[in-house]
């Protein structure tokens, strides 16, 4: 089992950065992948960005050179940095891990940039 807590969400204007936080419970060191979604109103959730065990990242195209996401295995803690925000980042944004063959999902942190 593991529970996951999301922080650092909040209102950004457009070009700006923020970076989420999301601390699991248990050490992450062997958790096969650990990654971002978001899901906006009325669409449904997609990926941003992932993070495998060994550091490997993959990230959705509309992302690519703006967020980058990592892990630090100490603190038990994935980031996402985003920068360069649009209007259209705007979302809840919730932490996955997946350590086959479980999944577990944060409660979502509210991301909103104005424009």
């Known amino acids: 089992q593991v529970h996951l807590v999301e922080s650092g969400g909040g209102l950004v204007q457009a070009g700006g950065s923020l970076r989420l936080s999301c601390v699991a419970s248990r050490s992450i060191f062997s958790i096969n992948l650990m990654g971002w979604y978001r899901q906006a109103p009325g669409k449904q959730r997609d990926l941003v960005a992932l993070i495998s065990s060994g550091g490997s990242t993959n990230y959705a195209d509309s992302v690519k050179d703006r967020f980058i996401i990592s892990r630090d295995s100490a603190k038990n803690t994935v980031y996402l940095q985003m920068n360069s925000l649009k209007p259209e980042d705007t979302a809840v944004y919730y932490c996955?891990?997946?350590?086959?063959?479980?999944?577990?999902w944060g409660q979502g942190t509210q991301v909103t940039v104005s424009s």
């Open positions: 996955n891990a997946y350590s086959f063959p479980d999944e577990y």
